[in-house]
């Protein structure tokens, strides 16, 4: 029998779905596809109904394999609860995120698999091939798409820094994708997790989103949700800090933060420390603008550009959630501003 398999999982019966499996395992093995299958069939009935795209199933030797188990030499980020690695499978280039083997991420990796394999129909968002249920944790297989993260390409340790009109259309392109998350299903979907770490550059610098494990939909009929906090106070919105409060402005916020880095160079609180700055919020937008990063500023940028960048930079943080940007307002300008930018990228 073949190791592995394509399946579409919707809301029947669960042994609908196991019955899809026809290979045998170790016991351990079916016990965590069980337990996995179950938090996946969870996250796709309340994300989508049951319905979802086909995606296939690898097992847990295929992967060993095709990261050369797991070699350290092939990890291409970290963060604090996964890894991701480049693998090879059948001589095609594959990203494998392994999550920590504890069993609460179980939730974030299956919520992760629903959301994403749903998102991948856009051009921004690292698109899903399958995933393994057979370990403790779901280990989810992607497309390969260039070989940088967009922190990578912004630290200042990057000999080669972005141009300017490619942090443009990074900037464009995560925009379209979060206000896709925002408005193109049921119910209003909120990221929580935009930084430049969640984003990979295909060859071309085009910004692909990998990260949906946090993701929360706001109920039906109501205008926000409560949860607990994930997340740094430095990073996430202030209604969410002090009271579990989300809507969609609470991803403008992250939003914002990661506009600030791709102007200055600088993650918004290494920027504050910088500059003697307490409330990033209060800073006058000439004054961003003027503190682009240093390694681009012989571009011959556009003033007025920078100054327009700033300002939607600082809307978009603003402290009184109503005061920011819808995500589709954001792109639109941020459209208006790459139209009128004659760079190369």
Same mark, same amino acid.
């Given at each position: ?146 070989? $940088?993260?967009?922190? #990578?390409? &912004?630290?200042?340790?990057?000999? !080669?820094? /972005? ?6 259309? @990074? ?102 420390? $910088?500059?003697?700055? #307490?409330? &990033?919020?209060?800073?006058?937008? !000439?004054? /961003? ?6 390694? @681009? ?49």
């Amino acid at each position: 029998m073949p190791h592995s398999y394509f399946f579409t999982i919707s809301a029947a019966l669960l042994g609908k779905m196991f019955a899809c499996l026809k290979v045998k395992r170790h016991e351990d093995n079916q016990t965590f596809f069980t337990k996995n299958g179950a938090a996946l069939l969870e996250e796709l009935i309340a994300f989508c109904n049951g319905r979802s795209n086909p995606i296939r199933h690898f097992s847990t030797n295929e992967l060993l394999t095709a990261t050369n188990y797991y070699d350290a030499n092939q990890m291409f980020l970290q963060s604090g609860f996964y890894k991701l690695y480049k693998g090879s499978l059948n001589y095609r280039p594959i990203f494998v995120k392994k999550y920590h083997n504890y069993r609460i991420w179980r939730g974030v990796a299956a919520k992760d698999i629903a959301v994403g394999s749903q998102m991948s129909v856009h051009k921004n968002v690292l698109k899903v091939l399958g995933c393994c249920l057979e370990t403790e944790t779901p280990i989810i297989v992607y497309e390969f798409a260039g070989t $940088e993260s967009l922190s #990578t390409c &912004i630290s200042a340790t990057n000999v !080669e820094p /972005l141009p300017w009109k490619c942090r443009l259309k @990074i900037a464009v392109g995560i925009a379209n994708a979060v206000a896709y998350l925002h408005t193109a299903f049921s119910r209003p979907v909120i990221h929580r997790s935009i930084h430049c770490s969640s984003l990979v550059l295909d060859q071309n610098n085009v910004p692909k989103l990998i990260d949906f494990g946090l993701c929360i939909s706001i109920p039906e009929g109501q205008s926000h949700v409560k949860d607990a906090i994930r997340g740094r106070a430095e990073w996430v919105s202030p209604e969410y800090w002090d009271r579990g409060h989300l809507t969609e402005k609470a991803d403008v916020y992250l939003f914002g933060k990661l506009l600030i880095e791709l102007l200055t160079g600088q993650q918004a609180v290494h920027f504050m420390m $910088e500059h003697d700055i #307490t409330d &990033i919020g209060k800073v006058s937008a !000439e004054k /961003l603008s003027n503190s682009v990063d240093s390694r @681009i500023k012989n571009e011959g940028i556009d003033q007025e550009q920078l100054l327009d960048f700033a300002t939607l930079s600082l809307r978009c943080i603003s402290f009184e959630e109503e005061k920011r940007p819808t995500m589709i307002e954001v792109g639109k300008e941020l459209r208006q501003i790459d139209q009128a930018c004659p760079l190369p990228c």
